[in-house]
């Protein structure tokens, strides 16, 4: 069946973008061993920007036979509504990188060297509901009964699978105070992006929102590196063989194609509906470290992982998007 092959396709490459997603974790950490986290951000979007780069340069000359024909045909949006420099578009191109690149990049960094490991992944899983509040309030997104139900059930899923240990959580903790702060911040930034860029889609290509987005807040990122954390061309001869790897990590694969997939998805789905697939990434994490370094996975950590993925079917499988 049709219907049953979509949401195969979805839940697939929902898998897929959030298992290129975990994936920076290790990337990160080998990376900010060389380098603070904003120089890493600026790499990952210059690096990826470049990559993007030249995929939009292949789009635009295979949609080049079809620009003459949407200049003359009123019923299709004309080209001022696609203009990178039209008012509407600019403020929100400035807006997805200022609001939304920047925080899940660079304060996230910031929040987890200030906070500790069980509170930023606690903070974490708001992403999804902070992007379904979000999502009613910026796009009149509908939260349905069955949404609010699955994003529960995923939520109750990663819980069991990361095993929180609760007695040592010290969200309110002054000392921790700071950095929880930044990283619920980061939430927030990641949640408005997935939400604001849905507007974008509607006039740009996916290839199109990133590359834009990433260049703005390169250019933002550029003179806060210099300032804040004193880079100068002579470091980037000390960095090592597995920094690069690591920055070609983040940049090809979590920033890089992970993100063209999740654009894509966003154009299929409502923004609440992909965004409860985030709590795929600590079953996909513990199942990419069980490959890479042995780590045991134990029953609990499966049954927390099959909840998590059926919260994400059931959003997935039960509603369409709206249009």
């Known amino acids: 069946m049709l219907w049953s092959r979509k949401v195969l396709v979805n839940v697939g490459l929902l898998v897929l973008v959030n298992t ?52 003359n045909n009123p019923s299709v949006e004309g080209s001022l509504e696609r203009s990178f420099w039209a008012r509407r578009n600019f403020l929100g191109f400035v807006m997805i990188a200022i609001l939304g690149l920047l ?21 974490y ?23 609010w139900a699955s994003l529960a059930l995923s939520l109750v899923g990663v819980l069991i699978l990361s095993d929180f240990d609760w007695r040592h959580l010290e969200l309110a903790n002054s000392k921790y105070l700071l950095g929880n702060v930044l990283v619920l911040a980061a939430c927030t930034g990641s949640a408005f992006y997935n939400v604001y860029c849905k507007g974008l889609l509607r006039r740009f ?8 987005g990433y260049v703005i807040a390169l ?20 960095y090592t063989g597995t ?17 063209v997939l999740w654009m894509f998805l966003l154009k299929r789905l409502d923004v609440s509906q992909a ?21 045991k996975i134990t029953p609990t950590m499966i049954v927390g992982g099959a909840i998590t993925l059926i919260g994400t079917v059931l959003i997935t499988s039960t509603e369409t998007s709206a249009p």
């Open 275 to 295: 965004s409860v697939s985030i709590y795929l990434l600590p079953l996909l994490g513990i199942l990419i470290a069980a490959v890479t370094l042995k780590e």
């Open 125 to 147: 899983l708001t992403v999804p509901i902070i992007t379904a509040v979000l999502a009613v309030m910026i796009l009149g997104e509908k939260m349905t009964l069955v949404r």
């Open 20 to 71: 290129m997603w975990a994936a920076q974790y290790a990337a990160y950490k080998a990376a900010t061993g060389q380098m603070g986290p904003i120089t890493v951000s600026v790499w990952t979007f210059l690096l990826s920007s470049f990559l993007l780069f030249l995929f939009l340069l292949q789009e635009r000359r295979r949609s080049g036979r079809h620009a003459e024909a949407e200049k």
């Open 103 to 123: 925080p899940a990049s660079v304060l996230l960094a910031w929040g987890e060297i200030r906070s500790t490991a069980s509170n930023a992944a606690l903070l």
């Open 243 to 259: 920094t690069w790897l690591s920055l070609v990590v983040l940049s090809t694969i979590s920033w890089g194609l992970a993100m």
């Open 205 to 212: 290509t996916p290839l199109e929102v990133l590359v834009y």
């Open 219 to 238: 250019v933002i990122c550029l003179p806060l590196m210099v300032v804040l954390e004193h880079f100068t061309l002579d470091v980037v001869r000390t």
